[in-house]
């Protein structure tokens, strides 16, 4: 039998719970964690997921090394003069870039909403 | 009151739920393209348009971008290498092209951009790493060779002198190869875009329902950005002393090079110019980084439709008045 009360304090409860998930859903998104990362050599790209480990990248001045963490990764090692790319330091945000330009290797954090969609430098 | 008026006002708040979750699902991805070229990384994002035609269009995209690097790229065999080992010739239209904007900017920036600074980057030879820097004598001696004004150019017959200098377009034809991929993007259908050669970026309409958020680098913490923007449609390109440098007995010694001094410019960390087209912004923003934050930002000002933001060697961060109105500042 159909109660006659026209709203109850349960249908209140129901009520207050959805326009709570409407908060969230309309609450400004944070940026994630990376869920994957995009390795790129003069062979071509290839993704691989967070915990991958040690890789090792072949490149035209030797051997660039990358470890790749569950919440971040970063260049290791490289064969290059200036190092820029070890000093890039560890990628926790989609969106970031490591590069090594003399061996041709770069390190990119991927993500479905990264904090942004490029870096200016 | 009826069963359904009494669940009208949970069912709304589902609806809504659902409306907005569905809004805010990652869903569709643009499609990103990355490869080495022109002595750097180039990456292509489009958005919204199927995936076929977005490969296709960023095929033509890459396809102008190594078209400009076989033919303008400073290594044995291209076309400007021949140029400068013949001090002159005739040359292409896009190779006249370019040597026209670049002469253009060394006049407009008095030379705070010059294309034939090519015996200071050999002598400086940066990206070999740490080593002592040259004697003040070298530095003399290549500045000898230095000097836009004695470059005639005939645009015409596409007819060059070098006279006696040799040219280097890193500082501007990158701008020029950006503005060519943007071009064989639009032909190719797709109007929501980003070309981003080594973080010198065109940005062209928006990813989906929000625009294209850019982050410009902190030059002293990599980890961080200076800003995050969302810029008009046109190109964002930034010089900074942290892209190629080595640090020797405590000192930076970087790739943007003042042709009037011969040696590292000095006066600012970073700057970043907003431009309609690349080629503008990638020499002016090494010309702006070569005149320092006070007269670079003058020079700015005057350029019609031109704005920049530029961090000072101590860090102050000093930008054009209009730049907050082409690159607003994003926050979420």
New interface residues.
């Given amino acids: 039998m159909v109660s006659r009360r026209a709203f109850t304090p349960w249908d209140a409860l129901v009520v207050a719970a959805l326009l709570g998930l409407n908060l969230i859903a309309w609450a400004p998104g944070r940026p994630g964690r990376p869920t994957g990362y995009r390795i790129t050599s003069q062979a071509g790209s290839r993704t691989v997921p967070p915990g991958s480990g040690r890789i090792e990248v072949p490149g035209p001045l030797g051997t660039t090394v990358i470890e790749v963490g569950k919440r971040s990764a970063w260049i290791v090692e490289g064969p290059c003069p200036l190092r820029l790319c070890v000093r890039t330091g560890a990628l926790a945000r989609p969106g970031r870039v490591a590069v090594c330009l003399p061996n041709r290797v770069a390190l990119e954090a991927l993500g479905p909403e990264g904090e942004v969609d490029a870096v200016g430098r | ?1 009826t ?1 359904l008026a ?1 669940w009208a ?2 069912l709304a ?2 609806a ?2 659902m409306a ?2 569905s809004g ?1 699902r ?1 869903g569709a ?2 499609f990103t393209e ?3 070229l022109m ?3 180039v ?1 292509v ?1 489009v958005w919204g348009t199927p995936e076929p035609d977005a490969r296709a269009a960023e095929e033509r995209a890459f396809a102008a971008l190594a078209a400009v690097d076989q033919e303008m790229a400073r290594v044995e065999g291209t076309p400007l290498w021949e140029l400068n080992r013949a001090g002159g010739g005739r040359v292409s239209e896009a190779l006249a092209s370019v040597l026209a904007d670049a002469l253009a900017w060394a006049r407009r920036t008095g030379g705070a951009f010059d294309p034939t600074v090519a015996p200071l980057l050999d002598l400086w030879d ?5 080593h002592p820097p040259p004697s003040p004598l070298a530095v003399d001696a290549a500045l000898s060779q230095v000097g836009w004004d004695r470059v005639r150019l005939d645009p015409g017959r596409r007819t060059v002198d070098l006279g006696r200098t040799r040219v280097d377009l890193g500082g501007i034809a990158k701008g020029w190869a950006i503005d060519r991929a943007a071009e064989a993007l639009r032909a190719a259908g797709a109007s929501d875009f ?1 070309v ?1 050669a ?4 065109y ?1 062209a309409g928006r ?1 989906g329902d929000r625009p ?6 902190h030059p002293r913490n ?2 961080r ?1 200076l800003r ?1 923007v969302a810029p008009m449609e046109g190109a ?3 010089s ?1 002393d ?5 640090e020797w007995e405590g000192r930076r010694f970087h790739h943007i090079l003042d042709p009037r001094t011969g040696r590292p410019a000095r006066g600012c960390q970073s700057v ?1 110019v907003w431009a309609p087209t690349a080629v503008d912004a990638d020499a002016l923003s090494t010309a702006v980084f070569v005149l320092g934050p006070e007269e670079g930002l003058r020079l700015l000002e005057a350029q019609p439709g031109v704005e920049g933001l530029v961090v000072a060697a101590d860090g102050t961060v000093r930008e054009t008045p209009g730049f907050a109105r082409v690159a607003p500042e994003v926050r ?1």
């Fill in positions: 009151m069963r009494r006002v949970p708040a589902v809504l739920v907005y979750a805010r990652p991805e643009p990355t490869r080495f002595d750097t990384l990456t994002t940066i990206p070999r790493g740490p980003i981003n080594g973080g010198d970026l940005v990813r294209w958020r850019v982050g410009i680098q990599q980890n950005f995050v964002l390109v930034t900074g942290y892209e190629r440098f080595y970043t979420w």
